[in-house]
C-alpha cells in the first residue's frame, strides 16, 4: 500500500473571548477559515473544560455497558441509537471499527434513552451538555449568516433545538483498542474518510488520543472526489475543533468549504495511538421544514427534510459504486483482502 502524505497546515485557531464586543474580528476569522481550509479550532469558547471532561466521563460509563443494554435502543432510521461495527463510508466500503450513540433533544429520542436505572443522571448530564454545544453553535451561526449578509437569526432559527422539527444530533463515539503486537488488517478503519453533513461539526477530543487527520481541496459540494494529502489536527485539552459541514457549502453556493476528515487507523507502532479513542460530535443538522439556498441560488431550494434524504441517497449511491469496483478487483485480479 503506497504511504500516506502528509503535510503540516496551519489549523486556524480562533478566541471567543468578549464575543459581542470582538464578534466583527470573529467574524473574519471565521469566514476566512471556512473559505480556506473548512477547518477551525475554537478558544475560549465558555464550556469549561471540566464540563467536557465530565461528558468524556459519562460517555465511557455508558459504552462500558454490555451490548445487550446498549442493543435495547438500536440506532434507528431517525438518526438516533446506538450502533456498534456499523456505519460503511463510501470511501472505503467497510465498517468503521467503533461504537456511538446518537442523541437528539426531541421526540426523535422517544424509547431512545436509557431507563434511568441504567445509568443514573446520563440523560440530564447530556442534555445539558447538548444546550451548552447549542450555545456556542449559535454563535458561529450569527457570524456565518453576517458572513452571506443575512439577519442575524437566519441559521439560528432554521436550527431551534426546542422545535419538534429539529434534527441536530450529540453524538458520542468509542474506537476500539487496537492491539500494537499485530499487524492491522489492510481493511481495518477507525473512521474512513468523510464529510459532515451538517452545518458546522463541533468535535470534543482528549489530548493524547490523536489521530483525526483532513484532507482539504473539495469544490463542490455535490462532489466526492478526495485529495490524498493529509494534515493531522491532534486536539489541545478543553479545544473544540470544528467542521463545516455539506449543507454550510451548499448554503454557502460552494463558498464554505466541508472538508474530507477521517480517523486514522494506528499502524505505526513509534507514532500512532494505538489504545481506546473516545470523542464526541455535536452535528447541527436543519430542522425538517428549513428552507436551503445559497444567496446566489446555485442549487435549487430544498428542505431540510430533503437535504437530509438527498446526502444519505449520495452516500448511499457512492458506497454501492465502491461495493462494486472493490468487488470488480477481487473478481479480476484478487488484490482486496476484504
Ligand atoms: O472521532 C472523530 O474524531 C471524528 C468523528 C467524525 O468525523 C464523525 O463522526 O463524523
Ligand atoms: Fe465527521
Not at 437528539?104 to 424509547?111: E, K, P, R, T, V
Not at 436505572?117 to 453553535?137: N, W, Y
Not at 458572513?147 to 444530533?169: I, M, N, Y
Amino acid at each position: 500500500m503506497a504511504a500516506t502524505k502528509y503535510v503540516d497546515r496551519p489549523i486556524p485557531q480562533i478566541s471567543l473571548h468578549d464575543f459581542s464586543s470582538r464578534i466583527d474580528t470573529i467574524t473574519q476569522e471565521l469566514i476566512h477559515a471556512a473559505e480556506a481550509d473548512g477547518f477551525f479550532t475554537l478558544t475560549n469558547h465558555g464550556i469549561p473544560e471540566a464540563t467536557i471532561e465530565h461528558m468524556f466521563y459519562t460517555s465511557a460509563s455508558f459504552f462500558s455497558l454490555p451490548d445487550a443494554t446498549k442493543g435495547k435502543i438500536q440506532f434507528s432510521h431517525l438518526n438516533a441509537g446506538w450502533e456498534k461495527n456499523a456505519q460503511i463510508r463510501p470511501s472505503t466500503g467497510a465498517a468503521d471499527r467503533k461504537e456511538s450513540y446518537q442523541m437528539q433533544f426531541g421526540s426523535n429520542m422517544d424509547g431512545m434513552w436509557l431507563p434511568d436505572d441504567a445509568l443514573p443522571g446520563f440523560k440530564d448530564t447530556s442534555l445539558r451538555f447538548m444546550h451548552e454545544c447549542q450555545r456556542v453553535s449559535e454563535m458561529l451561526m450569527v457570524c456565518f449568516a453576517r458572513g452571506l449578509q443575512r439577519d442575524d437569526d437566519f441559521f439560528v432559527r432554521a436550527h431551534d433545538v426546542s422545535r419538534p422539527e429539529s434534527q441536530t444530533v450529540l453524538r458520542l463515539l468509542h474506537y476500539f483498542e487496537v492491539d500494537k503486537a499485530l499487524p492491522v488488517p489492510e481493511g481495518y478503519h477507525r473512521a474512513g474518510a468523510h464529510v459532515d453533513w451538517d452545518l458546522i461539526t463541533l468535535l470534543f477530543q482528549r489530548s493524547g488520543q490523536s489521530g483525526l487527520e483532513i484532507c482539504p481541496g473539495r469544490e463542490a459540494s455535490t462532489a466526492f472526489g478526495i485529495g490524498d494529502v493529509w494534515t493531522k489536527v491532534d486536539p489541545a485539552p478543553g479545544d473544540i475543533v470544528c467542521n463545516i459541514g455539506d449543507l454550510l457549502m451548499s448554503w454557502s453556493d460552494d463558498r464554505f468549504k466541508s472538508t474530507f476528515h477521517r480517523v486514522k487507523t494506528p499502524r505505526d507502532p513509534e507514532r500512532d495511538y494505538y489504545g481506546p479513542r473516545y470523542s464526541i460530535a455535536f452535528f447541527n443538522q436543519p430542522c425538517t421544514d428549513a428552507r436551503i439556498q445559497g444567496p446566489g441560488k446555485k442549487y435549487p431550494m430544498v428542505t431540510g427534510k430533503e437535504f437530509t434524504k438527498r446526502a444519505m441517497e449520495r452516500n448511499f449511491a457512492a458506497l454501492k459504486a465502491k461495493k462494486e469496483e472493490l468487488a470488480g478487483v477481487v473478481a479480476g485480479e484478487g488484490e482486496v483482502k476484504a
